[in-house]
């Protein structure tokens, strides 16, 4: 079909003006991502480890297998303003394992170990089980598996263990590999102010 020259001339207007604006939006966010105003980070509220309601299912682990870093840039974090600080965590023992002469589980969750399990106080040897326990993550040995993570949530846990992107590891690709391949689209990019207040109500500032 033929164009007259007042409608070629209409087009190549929009194709050059939608250029120009997808050249000025990508300008745009590649000044934020430079500024560090841009980071990726992970919504609690749509993470399956996370996320209330996601119960019987394994661990999602693509946060380790998809990440273009050597050992992912995703790290459990623990909240401790949230932490129960129980005897028996759930992030922290395999409470399916046997129970020893101590009356604890015989196993520990972590793949990697990297979570350290430290009494607050003096404990007391004759009722360990009235004593309140910190729980501390090596983010060195941390993979970001997950699996803490699915542990911790209610009803089992407090949810204090959440999954987070650690900006000084990521290196903020323009389109994270996570993100592409999260089932629940959970990887986001948000503003800096946001990822460095993640633990927030339905994984929005308060």
């Not at 299912?57 to 990440?67: G, P, Q, R």
């Amino acid at each position: 079909m033929m164009l007259s020259g007042s409608r070629r001339t209409v087009l190549k207007g929009i194709a050059r003006g939608l250029t120009l604006a997808g050249m000025g939006g990508a300008a745009a966010l590649l000044v934020k991502r430079a500024d560090g105003q841009v980071v990726w980070q992970i919504d609690a509220a749509k993470c399956l480890n996370s996320r209330f309601g996601e119960v019987g299912v394994k661990a999602c682990n693509l946060c380790t297998s998809e990440c273009v870093v050597s050992q992912s840039a995703v790290r459990a974090v623990n909240e401790f303003s949230k932490c129960g600080r129980c005897n028996i965590c759930p992030a922290y023992f395999n409470v399916k394992s046997a129970v020893g002469r101590d009356g604890l589980p015989s196993e520990k969750l972590c793949p990697r170990d990297a979570i350290a399990r430290k009494p607050i106080g003096d404990a007391d040897p004759n009722d360990l089980a009235n004593n309140f326990y910190e729980y501390v993550i090596d983010e060195k040995k941390c993979d970001g598996c997950g699996k803490c993570v699915m542990a911790c949530k209610e009803p089992a846990g407090l949810g204090s263990v959440q999954l987070r992107v650690r900006h000084d590891l990521c290196v903020n690709c323009n389109k994270c590999a996570i993100s592409t391949s999260c089932p629940k689209d959970a990887l986001v990019s948000i503003g800096l102010g946001e990822a460095l207040n993640p633990f927030r109500e339905g994984g929005r500032a308060e």
